[in-house]
């Protein structure tokens, strides 16, 4: 069959091959004489090059984003089975090697050159007969775990889950936003190592450690930037921020020391027979009533008060730290705080969103904007009952349908917003073009 790993191109109709074949030598001397990014791209994605079409189109895509094919595809950005991968490296070990004076033909596998075409144009066709469609199925979620991630995918937009999760579709390859986050994750967890118990005496130390570990984690992730410059700039950005968490950290400890108990520690939960696996960027346990806080680092856009994300909570648009806070419950915790702290933005001080977890709702006394406020506990257990009853949804084999979000916002940096024919339209955008 053409495009089958491995498989010469068997044309079934030779006009029609035949023709594709010439394209696709075309492409290659395009490709050679050129080095024309696109015309190599066709021909990848030509029946002829062996390699099948969504592999194919999938490659292509990455490719217009990071760069060259040839080495998109040496550096193996997708997860393939066997047969897909070796279809894709041979098709890129046969362009390494063919050169001006390379025979097309015996070296790409394709039909002979001088093979008759001629057929008589008079001559009459028939067409097939439609095949039936097939029957509807239903859809089941196919993990055997689940996470605060990919239920807030879910409640976000039903379609995106579908996509990731289901169809496993081609994933954004990243940004250095997303790289950012993952180095500075990567300098907090080895900084709290070494710093579980955050003191005025030993400031100069904190200062100076944290701002190594920062640099030592950018060099760790340097190959996930684009450029050497956007490596700088987002290191430089990290050691101002660096700087205001040791600030917070600093006031923390004197208003009411605390030592860290865990970073990037393992969350699993049972709930209701659904197992669910996380993990938590920082668990501390306050030293003279040993409560512990659960914090979660966004190096991204946040809720920008406590009430904000505990509406986020109520309407089950997330479901990350009641996650967090029912797993440590589960262990035996005393778990009296959630709050997110924001590390996006260099210019403005570290100031957690925090809520306070409370037995019962108290009138609310300060500002909507504040960063500090309450949750209660009947708050989380709606959260964690609608965890378990998306859970049963989504393996049901009940659901045929998974319409897309009625925010534009969500689109905004969804990777699958090009495939999706229906999502909505940013009305801000209606003049902008």
């Not at 053409?2 to 191109?9: E, Q, R, V």
């Not at 008589?120 to 055997?144: I, K, N």
């Not at 998306?390 to 917003?417: E, H, N």
Request: proline share 5%; glycine share 4%.
């Amino acid at each position: 069959m053409a495009g089958a790993p491995g498989a010469t191109f068997n044309p079934s109709n030779t006009i029609v091959n035949r023709s594709l074949a010439d394209a696709f030598a075309a492409d290659i001397r395009a490709w050679i004489a050129t080095r024309d990014e696109a015309a190599l791209i066709r021909a990848l994605r030509s029946p002829c090059s062996g390699v099948p079409h969504d592999v194919a189109a999938a490659y292509a895509v990455i490719a217009s984003r990071v760069g060259p094919l040839i080495d998109t595809i040496g550096r193996e950005r997708l997860a393939l089975p066997a047969p897909d991968r070796d279809a894709v490296l041979r098709f890129a070990a046969r362009v390494a090697t063919v050169n001006e004076t390379t025979e097309i033909a015996s070296h790409f596998e394709l039909p002979p050159q001088t093979a008759t075409n001629d057929v008589d144009s008079g001559s009459p066709f028939e067409l097939a007969a439609a095949a039936a469609p097939d029957e509807r199925a239903s859809v089941r979620a196919r993990q055997t775990h689940f996470s605060a991630s990919a239920l807030n995918a879910y409640a976000e937009c039903s379609r995106k889950w579908y996509y990731r999760y289901v169809c496993s579709a081609v994933e954004d390859p990243g940004s250095s936003a997303s790289t950012y986050g993952t180095a500075f994750h990567a300098a907090l967890e080895d900084f709290h190592a070494e710093f579980p118990e955050p003191s005025a005496e030993h400031e100069a130390a904190m200062r100076t450690r944290l701002e190594g570990y920062v640099n030592w984690a950018f060099e760790r992730f340097r190959a996930d930037f684009d450029t050497a410059v956007e490596v700088e700039l987002q290191k430089r950005r990290a050691q101002r921020t660096a700087v205001r968490y040791v600030d917070w950290l600093l006031a923390q400890a004197t208003r009411a020391p605390f030592t860290v108990i865990g970073r990037e520690i393992a969350a699993n939960l049972d709930l209701d027979g659904f197992a669910f696996i996380g993990y938590i960027d920082r668990l501390d346990r306050d030293n003279a009533t040993g409560a512990v806080t659960i914090y979660d680092y966004k190096t991204g856009s946040i809720a920008t008060s406590a009430a904000e994300y505990r509406d986020k909570v109520r309407e089950f648009r997330d479901f990350q730290l009641p996650f967090y806070y029912w797993a440590r419950t589960a262990t035996g915790d005393r778990v009296t705080r959630l709050a997110l702290i924001p590390l996006k933005d260099a210019l403005l001080d570290v100031q957690p969103i925090s809520l306070e977890v409370v037995p019962v709702a108290a009138p609310e006394r300060t500002r909507g904007d504040a960063a500090l406020g309450t949750i209660t506990v009947a708050d989380l257990e709606r959260a964690r009952a609608r965890m378990i009853e998306i859970c049963r949804d989504l393996t049901s084999g009940a659901l045929q349908q998974f319409p897309s979000t009625t925010d534009p916002s969500a689109c905004t940096y969804c990777a699958y917003a090009l495939a999706c024919i229906d999502k909505p339209h940013d009305e801000r955008e209606r003049f902008g073009r």
